[in-house]
C-alpha cells in the first residue's frame, strides 16, 4: 500500500542516488531479521521488525532499509511478528538465559509512522511475560523521535517485568568529524542535538548506545579513521562525565553496501573497508575512558559480494574481538 510517507522515502533514495530495492514480497508478519549476540550482560538477542523503511533514506553508505519494505506496515502485523519471536523463535531455555534485546526497524523504532507504539508496547509485554531475566532493553530510534513522555511510559513497561531491566536509547552517530558526518556521510546530526539527547537521558537515568562506524568514506586512510574514532572516544567520555551517563560505543567496520555509493566507490577503487586490526586499535582507544565498546562483525549479507571487511586469515582477530565484547578486557588487545 503506497501512501505519502512512501513517495518520500523512494525520492529520497534516489536523490541519494541509490539503487537497491526493497523487499516488498517478505511476509509482513515475520521479522525482516534476528541474531544472537554476547555482551557484557550476557546472551543478546537483536531483533529487526519489518516495517516501513528509514524516513531519512540519505546515510551514504547505508542500504539497511533494503531489508524492509516501502510499504505501511500496521499494528496487527508487527504484533504478529512479536508473536512469531516468543512463540516459534526462542526456545525456553533461551527465553530464560537472554539478558539484553536490542530492537531495530532498519530506521527508528521510535518513529510512529513506521512502527506502531501500539506495537511496541505489545512486544515489551510479551518480553515481561516471556523472558524475567531482562537486563536491557536497547531501542533504535533517530534523535529527532524521542519524546520523553513516550520514553517515560516505556520504562515504567519494562520495570514491570520480574526483572529490572534499564532502558537503553541507540542512536547512528557515524562518525565524529562534522565533515565527515554530515558532509559526506549526510547523517544530519548535529552535536547540538546530540547533547540534547544526552541531557534528556541523564535525567532519567537512561543508557545511551552510539554507533558509529570505522573508515565510513571514501578516501579515508586507515589511521584518519582510527583517528576519528578515538577523538569519538573522547568526546563521548566528556558527555558522560559531565551527564554521569553510562554511554557505549558500537563501532562497525564499514562495508561497502550494495545499491549504495560507497559500492560505486569500492568499485573505482577510492574506497577499501578497514582491516580488523585497524578495528582492534580503534578499541583501544576506549582503555581507561568511562565508555564501553561492542565491535559488530556482522554485515547482515548486504555488503558487495565477496568482500566485506573480514578477509581470509582473519579468524585470530575475529576471536579476539569477540571475547573483548564479552569481557571489555583490554588486555586481549596486545
Excluded at 75 to 92: A, E, G, Y
Excluded at 133 to 145: A, D, G, H
Excluded at 205 to 219: A, D, E, I, S, W
Excluded at 238 to 254: E, F, G, Q, R, V
Aim: proline letters at 5%; aromatic letters at 10%.
Amino acid at each position: 500500500m503506497e501512501n505519502k510517507l512512501s513517495k518520500i522515502i523512494q525520492k529520497r533514495t534516489e536523490d541519494s542516488q541509490k539503487t537497491y530495492s526493497f523487499k516488498e514480497d517478505h511476509n509482513p508478519r515475520m521479522p525482516a531479521d534476528y541474531w544472537f549476540q554476547t555482551s557484557t550482560e550476557g546472551p543478546v538477542l537483536f531483533l529487526v521488525f519489518f516495517t516501513q523503511a528509514c524516513r531519512w533514506a540519505k546515510c551514504l553508505g547505508c542500504n539497511l532499509p533494503s531489508k524492509v519494505t516501502l510499504s505501511h506496515i500496521g499494528f496487527r502485523d508487527i504484533m504478529k511478528q512479536t508473536n512469531f519471536i516468543f512463540m516459534n523463535l526462542l526456545s525456553d531455555r533461551q527465553k530464560m538465559n537472554l539478558r539484553k534485546i536490542i530492537l531495530s526497524n532498519n530506521g527508528s523504532v521510535l518513529d510512529e509512522e513506521t512502527l506502531s507504539t501500539t506495537a511496541l508496547l505489545y512486544f515489551i509485554a510479551r518480553m515481561n511475560m516471556d523472558c524475567p531475566n531482562i537486563k536491557v532493553l536497547t531501542i533504535e530510534t533517530r534523535p529527532e523521535y524521542v519524546d520523553p513522555a513516550e520514553l517515560e511510559t516505556i520504562y515504567r513497561a519494562i520495570r514491570e517485568g520480574e526483572t529490572p531491566t534499564d532502558l537503553e536509547i541507540a542512536i547512528g552517530f557515524e562518525a565524529f568529524d562534522e565533515k565527515i558526518r554530515n558532509e559526506h556521510f549526510k547523517k544530519g546530526l548535529t552535536l547540538e542535538v546530540f547533547e540534547k539527547l544526552a541531557e534528556m537521558l541523564s535525567r532519567y537515568k537512561y543508557r545511551l548506545k552510539t554507533y558509529f562506524m570505522l573508515k565510513p568514506v571514501p578516501g579515508l586512510s586507515e589511521d584518519d579513521a582510527i583517528a576519528d574514532i578515538a577523538a569519538g572516544i573522547r568526546y563521548l567520555d566528556s558527555i558522560s562525565a559531565k551527564y554521569n551517563l553510562d554511554i557505549n560505543m558500537h563501532l562497525n567496520p564499514t562495508y561497502a553496501a550494495i545499491g549504495t555509493p560507497l559500492a560505486d566507490a569500492f568499485h573505482n577503487g577510492t574506497f577499501v573497508p578497514p582491516t580488523l586490526q585497524s578495528v582492534k586499535k580503534a578499541i583501544a582507544a576506549a582503555e581507561g575512558t568511562r565508555i564501553s565498546i561492542f565491535a559488530g562483525l556482522n554485515d547482515e549479507d548486504l555488503a558487495v559480494p565477496g568482500r566485506s571487511f573480514i578477509r581470509p586469515g582473519d579468524e585470530g582477530l575475529i576471536d579476539v574481538i569477540e571475547q573483548f565484547n564479552r569481557t571489555q578486557d583490554f588486555t586481549l588487545l596486545q
